[in-house]
């Protein structure tokens, strides 16, 4: 039988053995109409992906001989895994030049020696070069994470050099110290500015699995799905580049130049031929990544553990009460009675302001549901006439949302003042007392109705489980441009991942929805 050899690091110290690849026809469903793959495009993200087109798939030539399916063919990679994780990258040339400027610069202001200041920004690239500031983004990775990356080397390097200052007896120190942390800061700004590269992502799985993932990830925007392996034939995935097999899979992400393969829950692989893909995939530059089947779980409630022979992937239950929830509580409470205060002059001007425009009374009273399911008056400026609830019946009929909830982007309800409250979010400012009270937090789920409980099912109800929130995950998100459906896989994120820095940054993003008006109305 014919070898082959495969190009790998020399920490393998081996060379895996495979068949010559067989002969294979491909087949587009249901018409048999021969194209090549090595010419299909990749798909780009956004827009409609023509789901109803016919599927273009690879099969085996009649009569020639398959590999034992355990044994994902090798894969003679064109270009080493480096060589094309760096391929136009500019980033370095422009750490290069950045740090040159600032090393004259600093020479030129006597803070460091000018031998010392170009050595330290000739070497200064490499370091970041070790530590991996040029590779590619790999899957998970935030926009700040080459940023903080840069600025924890640079901070490393300074106080290693004060550490070694009682060698460097001819070198200012304090001065070479302080060059080391402009130059992080100068790299770290590039990372920002610069365009922010999509993982080019193969997927692998069941059909169904694999068109409910590319549909997850076209909607965040962040990843581009370029090819996907299939246990079998399909034509619900569009012009998609797709394999048949995972035999393929090394093939198709180094022919596509994917960053990852992700093999989904669903795919039926033994851990013996998960190891031999993981394999097959070395010298491609292609990172394996294995879903878990989770939903909305976030990273730091998870880890690895071997145990009893086998490994398994913990997942740290919900902090649904202890220490954390009661200094939460006590915060809030704090911070809204602080907010309430300072507030009441502009609630009183709007108070009045909503009296001299309709008759009524300025606060709007409504029943909510909170904690496990205790209901609590809920606070609001009025932004409807007085007979709104009356009249809600007789909308029903134009209500843009689904079954559960009610809204109209233009409903005739709302007064001119209230709908200028509504965009600023003012007719909530009421609900800072309901915080101080402890019906409600400043972050949590939506507060919802009572006749939208009384439909709740399984998944719904989990927001029940904290507090209702002044704002949250839904309001920084969209808040009534949002679909049931997302609403509630927002609020159920919230309740399973809180944690104090969660709160946190909803609080910082909710400035920017409010001065946004996304989903006011």
């Known amino acids: 039988m014919t070898q082959i050899s495969v190009g790998m690091s020399r920490a393998d110290a081996a060379v895996l053995t495979a068949p010559v690849p067989r002969p294979r026809e491909v087949v587009q469903e249901p018409e048999a109409m021969v194209t090549d793959l090595a010419e299909g495009g990749t798909i780009t993200d956004g827009g409609d992906l023509g789901l109803l087109r016919e599927l273009t798939v690879v099969r085996e030539a009649p009569g020639t001989e398959a590999p034992p399916a355990e044994a994902p063919a090798t894969v003679v990679p064109a270009a080493t895994p480096w060589s094309r994780r760096l391929a136009g990258r500019p980033m370095a040339g422009v750490d290069a030049a950045v740090s040159l400027a600032v090393a004259f610069g600093a020479a030129a202001l006597g803070t460091v020696s000018l031998a010392a200041a170009v050595a330290t920004a000739l070497a200064w690239p490499l370091v970041l070069l070790v530590v991996g ?263 029903a009929l134009v209500n843009e949302k689904d079954a559960v909830l009610f809204k109209i982007q233009l409903d005739p309800r709302i007064t001119p003042l209230g709908r200028r409250l509504r965009r600023y979010s003012l007719d909530e400012l009421p609900q800072l007392w309901n915080v101080v009270r402890g019906d409600m937090a400043l972050v949590g789920p939506r507060p919802a109705l009572p006749s939208e409980v009384a439909k709740y099912d399984v998944d719904p109800r989990r927001r029940l489980a904290v507090k209702p929130g002044l704002t949250g995950l839904w309001q920084v998100s969209g808040r009534s441009d949002l679909t049931w459906a997302e609403s509630v896989r927002l609020d159920v994120k919230y309740v399973d991942n809180w944690s104090l820095r969660l709160d946190l940054s909803i609080l910082a993003r909710t400035v920017g929805a409010v001065l946004g008006h996304r989903g006011a109305y």
Do not use: N
């Not at 899957?139 to 300074?158: D, F, N, Q, S, Y």
């Not at 610069?194 to 549909?215: I, K, Q, S, T, Y």
């Not at 394996?288 to 998870?302: I, N, S």
């Open 133 to 395: 500031r040029y590779r590619r983004p790999t899957l998970g990775e935030g926009r700040l994470a080459r940023p903080a990356l840069v600025l924890g080397t640079g901070a490393k390097v300074a106080v290693l050099a004060l550490a070694l200052s009682p060698w460097l007896v001819t070198v200012d120190v304090v001065g070479l110290a302080g060059l080391v942390a402009v130059l992080s800061v100068a790299s770290s700004v590039p990372s920002l500015v610069a365009g922010r590269h999509r993982p080019r992502v193969v997927l692998a799985g069941r059909p169904r699995d694999v068109r409910e993932a590319m549909l997850e990830v076209q909607a965040t925007g962040t990843h581009e799905v370029v090819a996907a392996c299939l246990t079998r034939t399909t034509t619900t995935l569009g012009d998609l580049p797709t394999f048949l097999g995972f035999e393929e899979a090394a093939d198709a992400a180094h022919r596509h130049q994917a960053d990852a393969l992700v093999v989904l829950p669903g795919a039926r692989l033994s851990s013996t031929e998960m190891r031999r893909l993981h394999w097959s995939l070395a010298g491609t530059g292609t990172e394996l990544f294995v879903g878990t089947g989770l939903l909305d779980v976030a990273p730091q409630r998870t880890r690895v553990v071997s145990t009893g022979g086998i490994d398994v992937l913990h997942v740290a239950p919900a902090v649904l009460g202890g220490p954390r929830r009661v200094l939460k509580d006590v915060a809030e409470r704090a911070v809204a009675l602080v907010a309430f205060v300072a507030a009441l002059p502009v609630l009183a001007v709007l108070c009045l302001a909503i009296r001299l425009e309709s008759p009524g009374a300025a606060i709007f009273r409504q029943q909510r549901i909170g904690r496990d399911g205790v209901p609590f008056t809920m606070l609001k400026l009025r932004s409807m006439g007085v007979d709104a609830e009356a009249e809600r019946s007789g909308l």
